[in-house]
Nanobody, 124 residues
């Protein structure tokens, strides 16, 4: 079992940048494919980006493509979400998730472990 902890959220102006980190304890993250999701108030949880074990394959949602980049450093046991050109509508709680089944797509049920989330607030 792995415990995930997100960090790096905060308040930023529209057009600004943040980098979220997802660290792990219990097991090494290299055993999992990873994803980032977000949930805004009153909305369903939404897929943001996913990454394969090695980091070679990545998949971003259309809503963030070209602005957000997912990456991982297995030596540091950390997954990142670099968020640039932030918009008001990116405001949400961001969650990282780990899949033991090799999945890194948009289906939340494919992920086995979730962090507690980190708040990102973009002011317009």
């Amino acid at each position: 079992q792995v415990q995930l902890v997100e960090s790096g959220g905060g308040l930023v102006q529209a057009g600004g940048s943040l980098r979220l980190s997802c660290g792990a304890s219990g097991r090494t993250l290299s055993s999992y494919t990873m994803g980032w999701f977000r949930q805004a108030p009153g909305k369903e949880r939404e897929f943001v980006a996913g990454i394969s074990w090695s980091g070679f394959n990545r998949y971003e949602a259309d809503s963030v493509k070209g602005r957000f980049t997912i990456s991982r450093n297995n030596a540091k046991n950390t997954v990142y979400l670099q968020m640039n050109s932030l918009r008001f509508e990116d405001t949400a709680v961001y969650y990282c998730a780990a899949s033991s089944r090799g999945q890194y797509g948009s289906d939340p049920s494919a992920y086995d472990y979730w962090g507690q989330g980190t708040q990102v607030t973009v002011s317009s």
